[in-house]
């Protein structure tokens, strides 16, 4: 079954996801973009916030986009200590390019000492790059999803750029949706799909055998589900509830 994935911008948010029974609880600035980067001081404070009887649930960190991470920017040793890290693609239109750029970064990362478990790399569907991706061949799709985890990538998120345009089924149909998380389950990549997914999208989705490792929401879990405003616990329970 799909695990639920909680982004949060601060220690209240943090307290609300974990209450609600979050399985990741994912770390982001929603004002800084779409994966935008929280700071070292927040990250810092709700990592120490976990209380010990939630020690199992998965702490990520959004990383911003590849082309935030300019050569002379060292990761803070706090990112260390999370389980999953994610980075977007910033403005990468050519497979190529997007793969040279996520695989020095690893590395970079690595030489750092910062070694997670899970770095994720993630394409936006409504993008020109994850539009590509999407419609690749099923051949050059799975060579592709190979390739990303002999960089020690070790998952894929699909979610949207501009999360006030329409949700992920409005940008890909279910038989690449189905393809993608079949493709990642090949590769031995973790899959995850987010972008203003609500439980009816969800529930489509799922009813169509669409089932990756992770859904992830932030909008959906938010007051009004407007993504600037605060996480509430109960619906975060409500997904929850579903995805069980
Ligand atoms: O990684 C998951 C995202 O934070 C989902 O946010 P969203 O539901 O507002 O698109």
Not at 4 to 16: D, F, Q, W
Not at 47 to 63: C, M, R, Y
Not at 73 to 93: C, H
Not at 147 to 173: F, V
Request: aromatic residues 6%; glycine residues 6%; negative net charge.
């Amino acid at each position: 079954m799909p695990q639920l994935l909680i982004s949060v911008r601060s220690s209240i948010e943090a307290t609300a996801a974990i209450a609600g029974g979050c399985y990741v609880l994912d770390i982001k600035e929603p004002e800084n973009g779409p994966l935008g980067m929280a700071s070292a001081d927040v990250i810092t404070q709700i990592f120490g916030q976990i209380p010990p009887e939630h020690s199992d649930i998965l702490k990520s960190v959004a990383l911003g986009e590849l082309h935030d991470w300019s050569a002379d920017r060292r990761p803070d040793p706090i990112l260390s200590q999370a389980n999953i890290l994610k980075v977007g693609p910033g403005d990468f239109e050519d497979i190529a390019g997007w793969i040279r750029s996520l695989k020095a970064l690893i590395h970079r990362f690595q030489h750092h000492q910062i070694l997670t478990n899970q770095f994720i790399a993630v394409i936006y569907a409504d993008t020109p790059l994850g539009q590509l991706i999407l419609s690749q061949s099923p051949n050059d799709q799975l060579q592709l999803f190979h390739e990303l985890r002999a960089i020690s990538c070790t998952g894929l998120l699909i979610d949207t750029q501009n999360k006030t345009a329409g949700c992920l089924t409005k940008y890909a149909t279910e038989t690449q949706l189905l393809q993608f998380c079949n493709h990642c389950q090949q590769a031995n990549l973790t899959s995850a799909l987010a972008g203003s997914l609500q439980l009816d999208e969800v529930t489509k989705l799922m009813n169509s055998g669409i089932k990756p490792n992770y859904f992830g929401f932030r909008s959906a879990a938010c007051v009004s589900g407007i993504r600037t405003h605060e996480i509430d616990a109960e619906l975060v329970r409500d997904l929850k509830r579903y995805l069980r």
